[in-house]
């Protein structure tokens, strides 16, 4: 708390006041990060406030009995030099603690300063909904009665034989799943996306919810903590249980404070491994289903987003502990602007937030990563509200831009403005930020990028290069060499089906037995000899039939060309049905990519195509220059090869509706693209990474087309 000056101009305002602390507020001892600090609690705000031991011994002379003059000397002989506090010092510790609202100064009447203090706290409330308003709180009920009366629960629950049960199950439940994976997620739009199951989902979630926040109620009761406040909080409008834990910021065992942040993951994870041991062995029905959507929601929304440190949410509060840096968030973002102030405005006697080694990495780490991903997040929710109510999106976003974004920036330019510490350096500060945003502006804006749009195809092999098997049977021998030139005629590959040699060998044998029946009657009985004769026929052709089928056994090239084969020691041996395919005939110019354009980028790729680049699935890192051959015109949902299908490791998804062939979602447009050079056969029917290089063009122009691009697709406009 080293200053400069000892003395100060204002001084004599304050001078003759006697702060005393409020009788809410409590003060606990904490050691964070291997330096000792101590925390002040405000039971009132649920806020906690954090000082060094120094700030605490002033902080602990407040107790009505002492004047702001009093404590300032009794500090100044009690700290060593090296820290002694500065009237300055004191005067801005006591606007810190004036701002918090946990200090009197003793001119107002309990009565009335009571009155003053719940308006504050009133007008604060309706300014967080504000603030947030993709996630609103509404406090509904104290829960401080049931949870006094689950106590014994609670104690159970957080033992250690509880833990181990834990473990066990949700390790058990999980191995299960891998056992179980494609059963699992085996046509998961149609099972999660049906309106049946979309009810259950809705009657579901909220009941998984509720259990949530017990969990982190009964953690703080373990714990001899409080909890006062329950409620529905509108995460994007959609109504979810929380309870108010901020009491266990109090707690001086860090593990008892992490515990009370993964509690709720925790139950989610117990209720998760339970259905899932009741889905794999109940029978079909709609208790099944509950059990499914259970799994769904403790392993997709829990691990997404409650565990997702960059998020305000379970993860970030476990994450700060962990790291023992309280208030991670806030910090972390008021390091940014000191080193703003720092190094842009060279500002002097300015302290960092940063209190510990390590601390600063942290900071610019969870800053930056915290507000990209929120940034995405927004833009996801609002995108998706909008295209279900197009006017509540829309109203929506302006909002959560202007209180998210415009209100925290106009603040930060506020308090750099009337900041006196930068006054000396204030207008080179400026100057350097307007450089530099105008730069930024004018590359955005004006400096041309390379601009392409992506899309996905399938190496296509047209069906008359297919080599199919002629019949049902066992390969024997591959005659052709691989990659070798054949010819039309050219035997392929041999196939064996010993059953149909000996059902040739009868037939032949009955054949002949039927000719002799046959000379033999035409002497005598003319009618019988017509009979077998009719029997002969048929013999005959069950004889040519037999015939050809093991003819087709020799698989012959139909054309000339190159052979390609895929696995070709794994063929030998194998049982193979009739028209299965086997292998390639490759003719020079008719192999070709076939892909596909989302319809929202089509306008682009017809319009403004310079030259067309693909990269094989089999080997990404080789580029190859294509040309563009031929273009559907009209808009298709059949995908060319279930290969570009989300199931098969493509990108598209699959409209569930469709039940007989695979139909895209959205609508495309088909591309065929030539092959540069020679492919391998285990390039066949594989997937293509197709690029369509554009002029270049501004990052901004960009930017413009794709929000143009998702407003059409995506809120249909």
């Known amino acids: 708390m080293a200053g400069a000056s000892l003395f100060s101009d204002s001084w004599y305002r304050v001078a003759e006041l006697k702060p005393i602390l409020r009788k809410h507020v409590d003060i606990h001892r904490r050691i964070f990060r291997g330096k000792l600090w101590y925390v002040l609690q405000d039971h009132v705000t649920g806020k906690f406030h954090r000082f060094s031991p120094d700030a605490y011994f002033v902080i602990q002379l407040m107790n009505g009995s002492h004047t702001v003059n009093d404590i300032w000397l009794l500090a100044s002989r009690q700290i060593d030099n090296d820290n002694m506090p500065t009237q300055d010092d004191l005067i801005q510790l006591l606007s810190r603690l004036h701002n918090a609202d946990v200090i009197l100064g003793g001119a107002k009447p309990d009565s009335e300063e009571m009155a003053d203090r719940q308006e504050k706290l009133r007008k604060k409330k309706i300014h967080s909904y504000f603030i947030n308003p993709l996630g609103l709180r509404f406090p509904l009920v104290d829960p401080e009665p049931l949870l006094q009366q689950l106590q014994g629960l609670a104690n159970v629950l957080f033992t250690k034989k509880a833990r181990l049960l ?21 046509n998961v739009a149609d099972r999660v996306l049906s309106q049946g199951n979309l009810l259950l989902l809705w009657l579901v979630y909220p009941v998984v919810k509720f259990l949530h926040e017990m969990g982190h109620a009964l953690a703080v009761k373990r714990w001899g903590g409080e909890v006062h406040e329950g409620g529905i909080m509108l995460m994007v409008l959609v109504p979810i249980p929380y309870v108010e834990v901020s009491e266990a910021h109090a707690f001086r065992d860090r593990y008892q404070r992490i515990m009370v942040g993964a509690a709720g993951v925790a139950v989610e994870l117990f209720l998760a491994a339970i ?99 929120r940034m995405f997040i927004l833009y996801v929710i609002v995108l998706f509200v909008a295209g279900k109510y197009f006017i509540v999106g829309v109203l929506l976003a302006i909002w959560a831009v202007v209180m998210m974004l415009l209100v925290p920036a106009f603040k930060v330019l506020k308090s750099t403005w009337t900041d006196p510490k930068l006054d000396e350096h204030f207008a080179r500060g400026m100057l350097i930020s307007a450089a530099a945003m105008a730069s930024c502006m004018m590359m955005v804006a004006m400096v041309p990028v390379s601009s392409s749009t992506l899309a996905e195809g399938v190496v296509w092999v047209p069906e008359e290069m297919w080599v199919r098997a002629g019949s049902d049977g066992f390969v024997d021998r591959i005659v052709a060499r691989e990659n070798s030139q054949v010819k039309a005629g050219d035997i392929l590959v041999v196939c064996k089906a010993p059953e149909l040699n000996a059902r040739r060998a009868v037939v032949l044998a009955r054949l002949a037995e039927l000719r002799v029946r046959y000379t033999i009657a035409i002497k ?45 020691e794994n063929l030998p041996g194998r049982f193979v049905r009739r028209g299965e395919m086997l292998a390639y005939v490759v003719q020079q110019g008719h192999l070709h990519v076939r892909a596909v354009v989302m319809q929202e980028s089509i306008q682009q790729v017809r319009a403004d195509t310079q030259y067309v680049e693909m990269r094989l699935s089999e080997n990404f890192l080789e580029v190859f220059e294509a040309s563009l051959l031929h273009e559907v015109p009209a808009a298709i949902h059949a995908l060319p090869s279930m290969a570009l299908a989300i199931e098969g490791g493509g990108t598209i998804a699959l409209d569930p509706e469709s039940k007989d062939e695979a139909k895209s979602f959205k609508s495309m447009f088909q591309f065929d693209i030539g092959l540069p050079g020679q492919l391998n056969a285990k390039a066949m029917g594989s997937r293509v990474y197709v690029r369509f290089v554009h002029a270049d063009e501004s990052l901004a122009w960009q930017w413009y087309r794709q929000l143009r691009q998702t407003f059409l697709s995506v809120l249909h406009v």
Request: proline letters at 4%.
């Open 275 to 373: 259905a899932m041991w009741f889905w794999v062995y109940a029978e079909e029905g709609v208790a099944r289903a509950i059990a499914y959507n259970v799994m769904l929601i403790a392993g997709v929304s829990t691990l997404l987003f409650n565990l997702n440190p960059l998020l305000r949410f379970d993860g970030y509060h476990v994450l700060a502990d962990l790291l023992e840096i309280p208030n991670l968030g806030q910090r972390a973002n008021q390091y940014l602007g000191f080193l703003i102030k720092k190094h842009l405005f060279q500002a002097k006697d300015i302290q960092s937030p940063a209190s510990a080694p390590g601390e600063p990495f942290w900071f610019v780490t969870y800053s930056l990563a915290s507000f990209v991903y």
């Open 166 to 186: 834990w473990m066990l199950l949700v390790f058990s439940a999980l191995m299960l799943a891998l056992q179980h994976w494609d059963a699992l997620s085996d």
């Open 524 to 568: 005598d009985d003319r009618m019988q000899a017509q009979l077998l004769q009719d029997e002969m026929r048929q013999a005959q052709a069950q004889y040519t039939y037999l015939t050809e089928r093991i003819d087709a056994l020799t698989i012959r090239s139909s054309r000339d060309g190159m052979f390609m084969i895929r696995e070709p």
